[in-house]
Nanobody
Framework: QVQLVESGGGLVQAGGSLRLSCAAS????????MGWFRQAPGKERDIVAA????????SYADSVKGRFTISRDNAKNTVYLRMNSLKPEDTAVYYC?????????????????WGQGTQVTVSS
């Protein structure tokens, strides 16, 4: 069992930066692929970024490539999402997710545990 708690969301102006953190409990974190998803009002939950169990592989949505960076610290049971050059269209609730699969996972159906989400609002 893995429990996930996101933090770091907030209100930021366009062009600004935020760093989201996701703290995980449970002994399986270091063997879990992790992902960040987001859901804007009236839209589906989409993947933003994913990372394999050891950080050796990462994947990003086209809309955030070059602006967002996913990373993890297995010693701290934490995964991060650094978001730079934020745009109003990045406004959404951001969710952290953990998979029982250690390799890179990019589809939501393959994630087994989800956090409660943290709101990110980017003003123009």
């Amino acid at each position: 069992q893995v429990q996930l708690v996101e933090s770091g969301g907030g209100l930021v102006q366009a062009g600004g930066s935020l760093r989201l953190s996701c703290a995980a409990s449970g002994r399986t974190f270091s063997r879990s692929a992790m992902g960040w998803f987001r859901q804007a009002p009236g839209k589906e939950r989409d993947i933003v970024a994913a990372i394999s169990w050891n950080g050796g592989s990462t994947s990003y949505a086209d809309s955030v490539k070059g602006r967002f960076t996913i990373s993890r610290d297995n010693a701290k049971n934490t995964v991060y999402l650094r978001m730079n050059s934020l745009k109003p269209e990045d406004t959404a609730v951001y969710y952290c997710a953990a998979s029982n699969n250690p390799v890179l996972v990019t589809t939501s159906a393959r994630y087994n545990y989800w956090g409660q989400g943290t709101q990110v609002t980017v003003s123009s």
